[in-house]
């Protein structure tokens, strides 16, 4: 399974956390919401762009391009608390790499959204917002298939970060 | 800037436990909709997605104003007449 950390996250763990850079756009205060996002792009696909894409309605080299945008079908993104018992919840062990481990996401669907064929997950500095150009990924990996969706289906998704 | 304003979700609970969540202001037609499929999955054993995660006995719906008040413990507004549950 392919997996990535966006420039946008490696702004968010090292540049601010470290030198108290403000990223652009924010990341959620804390209680806030981080935003689960799946998209068509597969992680491995465009690796011309791989460090910095964004978030797009239309597919194309650079970027990411998130299901249910032009019809919702249910879809929208999932809210995750920025917290120790949303994102990140630490479940690495002291000695060992740094992991984290999100509570499990569900997204059902009322009808087949546009564009569907989910190919990838995403953990996006918001749940709403989306826009041609908005560069909010922090990272992500890719499904274990690509699912299409139609009216009575729901997925489930358990996010999981590990350093090493 | 991002916001965390969200539109109103549905969330329909299940015997199994795990509930469902219906995002992007899902209308009680589309709920409807929904619930009756789902109904028919676990009447035939059909899987409730791609991912062949099993389907649920849908036991209750409410609509909430953001997802994360039901996080929260707000109570939301029953819908489980209106989309079918019980009759």
Wanted: proline share 6%.
């Amino acid at each position: 399974m392919a997996y990535i950390l966006m420039q946008q996250g490696e702004d968010a763990f090292i540049r601010t956390t470290l030198a108290g850079v403000a990223a652009s756009p924010a990341i959620p205060n804390p209680g806030g919401n981080w935003g689960l996002a799946m998209a068509t792009t597969a992680v491995g696909s465009n690796t011309a762009a791989n460090k910095e894409r964004v978030m797009s309605t239309t597919s194309g080299t650079g970027k990411i391009q998130e299901i249910g945008q032009s019809v919702a079908g249910g879809y929208a993104r999932a809210p995750i608390v920025r917290s120790a018992v949303g994102w990140p919840n630490p479940t690495g062990h002291p000695g060992a790499s740094y992991s984290s481990t999100s509570p499990q996401q569900s997204f059902s669907f009322t009808g087949a959204p546009t564009a569907n064929g989910a190919a990838s997950w995403w953990l996006c500095k918001g749940t709403t917002g989306i826009s041609v150009g908005s560069d909010d990924l922090m990272f992500g990996a890719d499904l274990a298939a690509i699912r299409n969706f139609a009216a009575g289906d729901t997925e489930n998704i358990t996010i999981s970060y590990q350093q090493t | 800037m991002m916001s965390d304003i969200q539109t109103r979700v549905a969330v329909l609970e299940t015997k199994e436990g795990q509930p469902f969540i219906l995002r992007a202001n899902p209308t009680i037609k589309e709920i409807q909709g929904f619930v009756r499929e789902q109904n028919r999955r676990v009447d035939v054993g059909a899987p409730a997605g791609p991912s062949g995660i099993p389907a649920r006995h849908i036991t209750s719906a409410k609509y909430f104003d953001n997802e994360v008040d039901m996080y929260e413990g707000k109570s939301g507004t029953d819908i489980s007449g209106a989309v079918g549950i019980g009759a």
